[in-house]
């Protein structure tokens, strides 16, 4: 008989309620289950259901598991009123240690370094495989760079992203990144991107659309901090009432690590970015930006603030809600880094591997 003790796990839906799990397991199976949390629930009697549900169930059942038995316990007149099913089966899987939160982790907070942005899509790699291993801790990093770039995501095709005219004539180079997503205009102090190096339990159970704004929930918050009352558009984009203001890209890689960044726009020469990038003209022509020297700046515009400022406000957010240290960059990191731009980053056959 192998019997384990009570067990708590919590999830917090995004934009929604806590639901917090008591469980108890023995031999592999849910032997107790006490759900309870700040949510709505009719009929009331609708949270025995819930429970007897998941009583009996496997010790490893999956999130889908779990919420389809529950589904299927449920009258079809029950409301769940700011949760869901799965929200339940996050909260257990937390439990009984298959997921983790927040609060399981201390994050390493690296801020600001200026320096050749490919280094930034290379330590973004580094880092990941450094995690999967176990040499460092899961970690919040601010981008900084010294010139010019384009950032392709991993599955654009050059030549349908890139006027190379255009490209040449700016002395902008490009660079493929390991993620998927659009194209990313950077130039020093038009942008602000951060990474986010997390082990896939923190996001175990979510789908990828899910993963994206629960990622993203401490910046919504640093957002509203600083005044601007944003949004998630799902798949990946934040915007406010003005506007689009931001876009995500996530991959999971080897090792059971979620590489997620952002890309906010803070004061970005649209003339430009039209001149380089081909879909960049599609998109903003869609939004009726024709007129020259337009700049898109819903950061700047919207909080009225330095961008370092704005930097310093997000790191202060982050490290209010989770255990934090800071550090920088490792030797070894930079080293790891700067051989991947060599051999990977800068090599034409990475760059248009996809024509």
Aim: aromatic share 8%; proline share 4%; hydrophobic share 40%.
């Amino acid at each position: 008989m192998s019997k384990l003790g009570i067990m708590r796990g919590e999830y917090k839906v995004p934009g929604g309620k806590l639901v917090a799990v008591d469980v108890e397991a023995e031999d592999g199976r849910l032997t107790q289950v006490f759900v309870s949390g700040d949510f709505f629930l009719e009929p009331d009697e609708a949270l025995d259901d819930i429970n007897g549900a998941l009583m009996g169930m496997p010790s490893n059942a999956s999130v889908t598991e779990l919420a389809q038995a529950i589904e299927q316990r449920l009258s079809p007149e029950t409301q769940m009123i700011g949760f869901n099913a799965e929200a339940v089966g996050i909260a257990v899987r937390r439990a009984l240690g298959h997921a983790t939160d927040w609060s399981d982790h201390t994050f390493d907070v690296i801020g600001p370094v200026t320096m050749d942005p490919r280094m930034h899509v290379a330590l973004d790699e580094v880092m990941a495989a450094e995690l999967a291993r176990g040499e460092i801790n899961p970690s919040l990093r601010i981008w900084d760079w010294d010139q010019p770039l384009v950032v392709i995501g991993s599955f654009q095709s050059y030549k349908n992203e890139i006027d190379d005219e255009g490209r040449e004539r700016h002395g902008i180079n490009v660079v493929r990144r390991i993620t998927g997503g659009g194209a990313m205009f950077m130039e020093p102090g038009n942008c602000v991107t951060y990474s986010l190096i997390v082990p896939v339990s923190l996001v175990e159970g979510l789908s990828f659309e899910r993963s994206y704004e629960f990622l993203d929930q401490w910046v919504m918050g640093a957002l509203k901090e600083l005044g601007v009352n944003a949004r998630y558009i799902p798949l990946n984009d934040i915007a406010s009432d003005k506007g689009k203001i931001a876009g995500a890209a996530q991959r999971r890689v080897t090792g059971g690590v979620v590489v997620h960044h952002v890309t906010m726009a803070y004061d970005i020469d649209a003339d430009k970015m039209l001149e380089v990038l081909r879909i960049g003209r599609e998109k903003m022509s869609d939004k009726g930006t024709k007129s020259a020297n337009k700049r898109v700046d819903p950061l700047r515009s919207q909080t009225q603030l330095p961008r370092d400022q704005i930097l310093s406000s997000f790191l202060a957010h982050f490290e209010s809600l989770y255990e934090t240290q800071r550090r920088g960059y490792s030797d070894e990191e930079l080293a790891r880094a700067k051989e991947l731009v060599e051999t990977k980053f800068s090599s034409e056959e990475w760059t248009k591997r996809i024509p």
